[in-house]
């Protein structure tokens, strides 16, 4: 069984290196990929003193297209399983190994890492909360799967699913897209309860103004593509 973890990086250099080695540490039966998403600090600099596989995104792609690039690379290289975390430590890859496993025992072609499910660690704040609970409604309303941690970054993709991702996966706050995405597809959805850590260096790319946009921009995504869906599929 093959495993990548793939680490999405954008001018996370006092964090990198921790988590890349709490990765080495916690999931040693998987490789990892980081992808510097054309940092503006020594991001690419850390990842070569780390000797960690990685790919150099000469500008910035966003979040969706630096994940996607790592899904490209796991199809090519013939992986089982393509892991997602961030890279600012706020996910604990003790998780990779029971989510697959977990996975495996439930026909899941996709997991996702819940901090929703038990209700412990970081929580995110009330205003954040209260777009996951929109968009998760959403997402039940328009695909008929219940996904409480709808923007959950901490994720397990199959190689049917890394095959989809690969050529489809939206550029920017794609995780809730990618649900929509892959139920389009056929395939199952699980998620399994995780604790998240807060983010402790750095500030997220999420303003509050930012926040409105992506309810909008995702909201509108999700309900064209399942249109899209229908219309070509009857899905």
């Known amino acids: 069984m093959k495993i990548l973890v793939i680490i999405p990086a954008y001018n996370e250099s006092a964090i990198i290196a921790k988590t890349i080695r709490e990765v080495r540490e916690k999931a040693p039966m998987a490789d990892i990929?980081?992808?510097n998403d054309g940092s503006s600090d020594n991001t690419l600099e850390i990842l070569r003193r780390e000797g960690v596989d990685h790919l150099n995104l000469r500008c910035n792609l966003g979040i969706g297209g630096a994940v996607q690039s790592g899904y490209v690379y796991a199809l090519?290289?013939?992986y089982d399983y393509a892991v997602q975390i961030d890279g600012d430590g706020q996910h604990d890859p003790a998780?990779?190994?029971p989510i697959i496993e977990q996975m495996q025992k439930d026909g899941a072609n996709v997991g996702i890492g819940s901090r929703f499910i038990d209700g412990k660690g970081f929580q995110s704040s009330g205003l954040r909360r209260f777009g996951i609970r929109f968009l998760s409604?959403?997402?039940r309303?328009?695909?008929g799967v219940?996904?409480?941690?709808?923007t959950s970054g901490l994720r397990v993709a199959d190689r049917s699913c890394i095959e989809l991702y690969a050529r489809d996966y939206s550029d920017d706050y794609p995780e809730p897209e990618a649900i929509?995405?892959?139920?389009?597809?056929?395939?199952k959805i699980v998620e399994y309860p995780v604790m998240m850590r807060s983010r402790s260096t750095g500030t997220s790319s999420i303003s509050a103004v930012k926040s409105v946009y992506y309810m909008i921009k995702v909201s509108l995504a999700i309900i064209m593509y399942k249109t899209i869906m229908r219309k070509?599929?009857?899905?």
């Open 33 to 35: 990929l980081a992808v």
């Open 76 to 78: 090519e290289n013939g």
């Open 95 to 97: 998780y990779i190994m």
């Open 137 to 139: 409604a959403l997402i």
């Open 141 to 143: 309303l328009t695909c």
């Open 146 to 150: 219940r996904v409480l941690d709808v």
């Open 180 to 187: 929509v995405a892959a139920t389009a597809h056929g395939a």
């Open 232 to 235: 070509r599929f009857g899905k």
